[in-house]
């Protein structure tokens, strides 16, 4: 079964600085999505940024990008120019043949 | 594009009730649905995944016969709790697939269940 860690219960980044968030993830399937999630106070999902396996180049999403070491089962996410907006929080979540899973995520807080 | 909605937002019910939590796709038509249980402070934990026309397939520990989804058409999708008690209360939350492209799931805003 696919499971998805992310260590870092917590994290906090002073505002217009740079975070980086880690996702690791085990998989046997060599076709799969990486995906990050946010989720505010409000509770809705967000999709923040995609990730396609079979692309070796990183993903970006105007502040957003991220780290995806295929080898290595890492999808970190880096936020840069933090904003007040960003504070959530954030999951990682796995996509292979069917369902999707998610990490335990990370509370991002961010000070002003 | 891509709006999912859910409804009831909030429902307040008492033990031993049903309770019906509708999930729609207002602008494309879903042929995969998912649904999510999430407790306070943590993950979103699959539930069960629907095909339209199809039963549903349950997530290993989740009673279908507590938690029966329907799937009766491209848009809408339901998850009725029955005979709820107050560990059934928490944060439930849809999600709909538009296409295989990406896996892509585009979420509901949830449906909190407290279960009195």
């Known amino acids: 079964a696919q499971t998805v860690t992310q260590s870092q219960p917590e994290m906090s980044v002073q505002e217009a600085e740079t975070v980086t968030l880690s996702c690791t993830y085990d998989t046997s399937e060599s076709d799969y999505y990486l995906f990050w999630y946010k989720q505010p106070p409000s509770r809705q999902m967000i999709l923040v940024i995609r990730?396609?396996?079979?692309?070796?180049q990183n993903a970006t999403e105007n502040r957003f990008s991220v780290n995806f070491q295929k080898a290595a089962k890492s999808f970190s996410l880096k936020i840069s120019d933090s904003q007040l907006g960003d504070a959530a929080m954030y999951f990682c979540?796995?996509?292979?043949?069917?369902?999707?899973?998610f990490g335990a995520g990370t509370r991002l807080t961010v000070k002003p | 594009g891509a709006v999912v909605s859910q409804h009831p937002s909030w429902v307040i019910c008492k033990s031993g009730t049903s309770v019906k939590i509708e999930c729609r796709s207002l602008d494309f038509q879903a042929t995969t649905m998912f649904w999510y249980r999430q407790f306070p402070k943590q993950s979103l934990m699959l539930m069960a995944t629907s095909n339209e026309g199809s039963k549903a397939t349950y997530e290993q520990g989740v009673e279908k016969d507590k938690f029966l989804i329907n799937h009766a058409s491209l848009t809408l999708s339901t998850l009725t709790v029955t005979s709820a008690h107050p560990e059934d209360s928490s944060f439930y939350i849809c999600?709909?697939?538009?296409?295989?492209?990406?896996?892509?799931?585009?979420f509901g805003p949830g449906t909190r269940l407290t279960v009195l």
């Open positions: 979540a796995y996509s292979g043949n069917n369902d999707m899973r």
């Open positions: 999600s709909a697939r538009r296409d295989r492209a990406y896996n892509e799931q585009f």
């Open positions: 990730q396609e396996a079979y692309k070796q």
